[in-house]
Antibody, heavy 119, light 108 residues
């Protein structure tokens, strides 16, 4: 089955860290850019970070630059998001998605994993 | 940074046509993509590259893009079309991907 499945969300205190994972299956993982998109409760979609096929290029929204790190393991067909110095405003459902290069749209989405930053 | 502007809400009666706009500076020069999202669910791609549909999306869903406005059109609206709709582009000047604020489509 063609899918991506996120995991690793949970409750974390402000200033804390968390690592999200995304397991891909059913498509040629190492041929796609991959992306994290988040959605705060009751709000719209926000692009967070993207990584190219071999992990050599990474892109971040300004609000997470220096705090979050996107990475991938093509052998494990997995995507990661390392989140440090978390803030209340990082509270959101985090979605993993593949990115079709050239057109730059998000084709396959996971169900998301909830990150709650609260004391 | 590049900004996409959508109306917060659009309402339409069943069987009528819904038009959801997405405004941006010279958006006609960019490739625009649209997603719908139902409550508690992940977003789903409904139009890519201005007016192409992924498999499984009905022909009554279409897109257009010119000047400073892109438009998603849903003909013969059904109750099942009720969802939030988001436009999205890639901003080459910043290497950032950008979403519009979203439009809630209500079927009356």
């Amino acid at each position: 089955e063609v899918q991506v499945v996120e995991s690793g969300g949970g409750l974390v205190r402000p200033g804390g860290s968390l690592r999200l994972s995304c397991a891909a299956s059913g498509f040629t993982f190492n041929s796609y850019y991959m992306t994290w998109v988040r959605q705060s409760p009751g709000k719209g979609l926000e692009w967070v970070a993207s990584i190219n096929e071999d992990g050599s290029d990474k892109y971040y929204v300004d609000s997470v630059k220096g705090r979050f790190t996107i990475s991938r393991d093509n052998a494990r067909e997995s995507l990661y998001l390392h989140m440090n110095t978390l803030r209340a405003e990082d509270t959101a459902v985090y979605y993993c998605a593949n990115l079709v290069s050239g057109y730059w749209y998000f084709d396959l989405w996971g169900r998301g994993t909830l990150v709650t930053v609260s004391s | 940074s590049y900004v996409l502007t959508q109306p917060p809400s659009v309402s339409v009666a069943p069987g009528q046509t819904a038009k959801i706009t997405c405004g941006g500076n010279k958006i006609g020069s960019k490739s625009v993509h649209w997603y719908h999202q139902k409550p508690g669910r992940a977003p789903v791609l409904v139009v890519y590259d201005d007016n192409d549909r992924p498999s499984g999306i009905p022909e009554r869903v279409s897109g257009s893009n010119s000047g400073n406005t892109a438009t998603l059109t849903i003909s013969r609206v059904e109750a099942g079309d009720e969802a939030d709709y988001y436009c999205q582009v890639w901003d080459s000047s910043s290497d950032h991907w950008v979403f519009g604020g979203g439009t809630k489509l209500t079927v009356l």
